[in-house]
């Protein structure tokens, strides 16, 4: 199987053949590397000993333990390991949703994770320059867990503080409803758009992700490695 393949077909598999090949590591989504396994106990310290707990546990873990950073993306692909991701400080969308994913293989959930091109109203003028003028961010990353039967989705791109800073609602997670991104801000401005969905992976397909990433953007590293700044403060000063 490559990591672009999906392992099964349908929107809600409940064979317990199919789930189960949601439990494995992958290549990126490596959920049995010590790294992953050390922050996934972490962050289940004082968490109930339901699926729903965990997940939740996981998810806030996740989203407030990685400050969302989008001038920290690097496309080498070591920085798109759940393992090197659980030893970071900040990361940007694909990164967090891969490491929720793998930690919620390591704590016996089965999950997968999913792309959408998503157009972000809110994208602050510097980093729209840096992506070419473009504030359609492609193959942004989302998280499915099955849970009491079913798949539910989540995203924990955006973390606590930087939502309050910039006067978007956080997204919380229950483990039973979807958790997607918010069309509009607090102030009822548009924040997100889901434009297109691509699915969901076994795990992370880089090189299909990279590939997209130059025809959109160009080279990224090349852009983004001479262009730095403070997102959070940048997009509250819009």
Not at 17 to 43: C, M, R
Not at 53 to 79: F, I, Q
Request: aromatic share 10%; net charge negative; charged share 20%.
């Amino acid at each position: 199987m490559t990591v672009d393949q999906h392992p099964t077909t349908g929107e809600n598999e409940v064979t317990p053949v199919a789930i189960n090949e949601y439990l494995k590591p992958g290549v990126f989504i490596d959920s049995d590397h010590p790294s992953v396994q050390a922050f996934t106990e972490k962050a289940l310290e004082g968490a109930g000993s339901t699926a729903i707990d965990r997940a939740v546990a996981l998810y806030y873990a996740v989203r407030d333990g990685l400050r969302y950073d989008p001038y920290s993306m690097n496309m080498a692909g070591t920085n798109f390991t759940a393992s090197t991701i659980a030893t970071q400080q900040a990361a940007f969308c694909i990164p967090k949703a891969i490491l929720l994913t793998a930690c919620a293989r390591a704590a016996d959930i089965a999950a997968r994770i999913g792309y959408a091109d998503v157009r972000n109203h809110l994208c602050s003028a510097k980093l729209k320059a840096a992506m070419a003028g473009n504030d359609l961010f492609m193959y942004h990353g989302y998280v499915e867990m099955y849970l009491e039967g079913k798949w539910v989705k989540s995203t924990p791109a955006f973390n606590l503080e930087l939502c309050e800073k910039v006067g978007i609602e956080a997204l919380g997670f229950n483990g039973r409803d979807d958790s997607m991104m918010h069309p509009f801000d607090k102030a009822g401005r548009q924040h997100m758009e889901y434009v297109q969905d691509h699915g969901h992976f076994f795990d992370h397909p880089h090189e299909r992700i990279q590939s997209a990433f130059k025809d959109a953007y160009g080279d990224l590293d090349l852009v983004l490695g001479s262009v730095k700044g403070d997102f959070a403060a940048e997009v509250s000063a819009n």
